[in-house]
């Protein structure tokens, strides 16, 4: 993309209602554009990045086996009163009439109509066991949307349900959730960690949120500073495999983590003082079983080995979508603005030409573009008649990982300079060894 041609509007001043990093960066980037309180229209550099996170939740949802479907935005209230959720939902819930007088609701998640979808599907336990997820706007009338799009009231999340036959193979789906998870936010260059959660009304272990340290985060949690040591890496579980599934599990979750919710002081005193941390936390996603609770109420049963009706049992997991582009921001800025881990950059790299109108800075510059374009990758090319500071400034800003710029001085000497967002270094090689570098980080082959 020509930065010239494109849609970018970077803001110079620091909107006043932003609170926080992330929200400022996002605004002040052009990422987005709020339009009521808690509700945005997503500019295009704001959308790439949502579509990347999108790209990486799929991705890593059917690496796992669970399939995607896409629900509604608007339910029925009649559905919701088959659960009792209409009533016990409260002001959360944006209830809207139809023409015909009709109630409706703008959807805060799925479970109701996920269990229709199944009941009036599926009939047998052969067809078991099944996870289907989308990923959809939802509504959430906060009380306080605030944050950017970190507390909205529509919001984009992944939501998938598990439907299996027993308590055993539930938790097993359980299990494979936090592996897809974690795998998933590692993509995304965070460390998400899972803290053991609140089980609400419907009680029990079986609830895991996962949780990125950061001091805007809207939750006080609890824990062995040795959690952060943990990484996924690239290892390869083989989803069906129940004990690989359960190891992952115990790796991640047998040292203390814990939300203010579930926080046990007595507990949290016998891990050793010099390792113990409170700090804050931003909730990108949890997972969650919750057994027969939907099935039973719902009727959603199947038949059993034996014949005999079983209602399933379930679990839901979830995923903040669009509060993770604020996540990342607040784990990965400096005071010039973002920096986009590699996985999720809304470009590949920049590339700022210092001198436009010079014939050589422009001739090197299009055939960079060509080069890394030929290769899959996405460049932003500055080619605005700006002064070499203020396209550095939004270069910076927008938080691209890679920049090559290019002017005539160097050029004269065969070089064009690579500089990392990240750590600011900066190296002198020709424009092909540029491309070939580029390339290799983002595992593309050039030939
Ligand atoms: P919270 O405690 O932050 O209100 P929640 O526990 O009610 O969230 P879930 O129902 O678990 O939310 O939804 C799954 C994920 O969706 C959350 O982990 C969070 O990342 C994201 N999410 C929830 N509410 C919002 C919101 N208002 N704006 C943006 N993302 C949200
Ligand atoms: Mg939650």
Same mark, same amino acid.
């Given at each position: 993309m020509r930065l010239s041609r494109y849609f970018l509007p970077v803001l110079k001043e620091t909107p006043a209602?932003?609170?926080i990093v992330s929200h400022r960066y996002m605004l002040r980037a052009g990422m987005i554009k709020q339009q009521s309180a808690g509700i945005y229209s997503w500019l295009p550099l704001g959308l790439k990045v949502l579509k990347k996170i999108e790209d990486i939740v799929h991705e890593e949802q059917q690496r796992a086996g669970h399939i995607p479907v896409l629900m509604p935005t608007v339910q029925s209230a009649d559905l919701w009163r088959e659960s009792g959720r209409y009533d016990a939902y409260g002001d959360e819930m944006l209830r809207i009439s139809d023409r015909q007088g009709r109630e409706m609701l703008y959807g805060p998640t799925n479970e109701e109509m996920i269990t229709d979808i199944f009941r009036s599907h599926v009939n047998s336990y052969k067809d078991l066991p099944l996870t289907l997820y989308h990923i959809q706007w939802k509504f959430r009338d906060e009380m306080r949307p605030r944050f950017g799009v970190m507390r909205g009231r529509e919001f984009l999340m992944k939501d998938g349900y598990n439907f299996d036959l027993t308590k055993e193979d539930a938790l097993h789906a359980y299990n494979r959730h936090l592996v897809t998870y974690l795998r998933t936010y590692e993509r995304m260059g965070l460390q998400a960690i899972p803290m053991r959660a609140d089980g609400g009304p419907?009680?029990?272990?079986?609830t895991h949120e996962f949780l990125v340290l950061a001091e805007t985060g809207e939750s006080e949690v609890f824990y &062995?500073? &040795?959690?952060? &040591?943990?990484s996924f890496g690239d290892r390869d579980v083989d989803f069906d495999d129940h004990a690989a599934c359960q190891a992952v599990l115990e790796e991640f979750t047998s040292r203390y983590a814990r939300t203010d919710e579930t926080h046990d002081d007595a507990i949290f005193a016998e891990v050793p003082e010099e390792r113990r941390r409170t700090a804050r936390g931003i909730e990108v996603g949890q997972i969650f079983y919750f057994g027969t609770k939907y099935s039973e109420t719902m009727g959603a049963t199947v038949q059993g080995p034996d014949g005999k009706p079983v209602p399933v049992h379930m679990g839901s997991h979830g995923i903040g979508v669009s509060r993770l582009l604020g996540a990342i921001i607040e784990a990965s800025h400096d005071e010039n603005g973002i920096i986009w881990p590699e996985g999720v950059t809304p470009f590949h790299c920049g590339i700022v030409n210092l001198k436009q109108g010079d014939e050589a800075a422009d001739g090197a510059c299009d055939s960079l573009y060509k080069s890394l374009t030929a290769l899959g990758l996405e460049p932003l090319y500055d080619d605005r008649s700006e002064r070499a500071g203020a396209k550095f400034a939004t270069m910076d800003l927008i938080g691209l990982p890679w920049r090559i710029t290019v002017g005539p001085r160097g050029l004269k000497n065969g070089v064009v300079e690579l500089t990392s967002r990240r750590t600011g270094e900066s190296e002198e090689l020709p424009p092909e060894e540029a491309v070939l570098k580029i390339a290799q980080i983002y595992g593309k082959a050039a030939s």
């Open positions: 209602e932003a609170q419907i009680g029990g272990d079986y &062995d500073s &040795d959690i952060t &040591d943990l």
